[in-house]
């Protein structure tokens, strides 16, 4: 059936470097993606979406990238801080009103 | 505004009971959604809502009831419960028509069945 999924589901990385969470999605008829961020006991927060007649969309220290040839999505964050440390799931929908689709999720943690 | 809000925080039930997790939200959103966590997975649909007195399933509707009676309050209903059940629930609310951007989640309810 149809999946969206992660490549890692671990992340390290040290404060202050990059970093990039990749996600892979199979339904080719998905035209909005988004990005969620889960932090312990809570529940999951926008941090960034993208739509499909887009390649890149930046936030602030976020940037998103598509790429539909390979049905691939990533999320890069600049100058991780500890702040960052968090589970991060990527979804997906047919239309931005559509029901989304998850992601197992990547665990981002960030050494001091 | 109180945004979504989710009540119990937990709960702890025994096979066959009943119960209701309670979901609201003050941002008059037409579109409402309940979600299930599961350790080492992403969340899944339950059941949606996109206006009062309109509901249907998700992916993983079996074993749940909802109702939409008004604008505001979303409940998702365990008529008996069972250990398959035991799980994190998110309920979400949002305009219609809008993106990701105006989706907000409750704080979750941790259930677990014995």
């Known amino acids: 059936g149809e999946s969206v999924g992660l490549h890692l589901p671990t992340l390290s990385v040290q404060e202050g470097d990059n970093s990039i969470i990749n996600c892979a999605y199979s339904?080719?008829?998905?035209?909005?993606f988004i990005w969620y961020k889960q932090e312990s006991g809570k529940g999951p927060q926008f941090i960034i979406d993208?739509?499909?007649?887009?390649d890149k969309r930046q936030g602030q220290r976020v940037t998103v990238l598509l790429n539909k040839t390979v049905k691939h999505l990533s999320l890069q964050i600049a100058a991780t801080q500890p702040g960052d440390s968090a589970v991060y799931f990527c979804a997906e929908s047919r239309g931005s009103q559509g029901n989304l689709i998850f992601g197992k999720g990547t665990k981002l943690s960030v050494k001091p | 505004n109180a945004g979504v809000t989710q009540t119990p925080k937990f709960q702890v039930l025994k096979t066959g009971q009943s119960m209701t997790l309670q979901c609201a939200q003050d941002?008059?959103?037409?579109?409402m959604s309940w979600y299930r966590q599961d350790p080492g997975m992403g969340l899944r649909l339950i059941h949606y809502?996109?206006?009062?007195?309109?509901?249907d399933q998700g992916e993983v509707p079996n074993g749940y009831n909802v109702s939409r009676s008004t604008t505001e309050d979303f409940p998702l209903r365990l008529l008996s419960a069972a250990p398959s059940q035991t799980s994190v629930y998110f309920c979400?609310?949002?305009?219609?028509?809008?993106?990701?951007?105006?989706?907000?989640f409750g704080p979750g309810t941790r259930l677990t069945v014995l």
């Open positions: 809502s996109v206006g009062a007195g309109i509901t």
């Open positions: 339904n080719s008829a998905s035209d909005y």
């Open positions: 941002m008059n959103h037409e579109y």
């Open positions: 993208i739509r499909s007649n887009m």
């Open positions: 979400a609310s949002s305009y219609l028509g809008s993106g990701g951007d105006t989706q907000y």
